[in-house]
């Protein structure tokens, strides 16, 4: 069983930071690409940020310049940094992350999610 689970989101005033993490735990063999996500009540998630297992990193064009991810191998964990935050971003922010996940005598590689975190920016 792998899980995902996030934490570090919150209420901050426009113009802030936030930190959001993402740590995977379960059977994992290995973790390739991990990236976050927002969605917005009744609309599309969206694609926020990437980064492959080699350190590869890709952003939404309204975030770059604003927001970081990274990632430490060793802990299986994904990090958003969120710096100079509009109101526009507000979201519920879910990571995502393909995992490759030892069974008894087989293995698999699915792509999984966390169950998401809430930022709110206020203006």
């Known amino acids: 069983q792998v899980q995902l689970v996030e934490s570090g989101g919150g209420l901050v005033q426009a113009g802030g930071s936030l930190r959001l993490s993402c740590a995977a735990s379960g059977s994992i063999l290995s973790i390739n690409d991990m990236g976050w996500y927002r969605q917005v009540s009744g609309k599309q998630r969206e694609l926020v940020a990437s980064?492959?297992?080699?350190?590869?990193?890709n952003y939404a064009d309204s975030v770059k310049g604003r927001f970081t991810i990274f990632r430490d191998n060793a802990k299986n964990t994904v990090y958003l940094q969120l710096n100079s935050l509009k109101p526009e971003d507000t979201a519920v922010y879910y990571c995502?992350?393909?995992?490759?996940?030892?069974?008894?005598?087989?293995?698999?590689?699915?792509?999984?999610w966390g169950q998401g975190t809430q930022v709110t920016v206020s203006s």
């Open positions: 995502n992350a393909k995992i490759t996940t030892l069974h008894t005598d087989y293995i698999t590689s699915n792509y999984y």
């Open positions: 980064i492959t297992s080699g350190g590869t990193t």
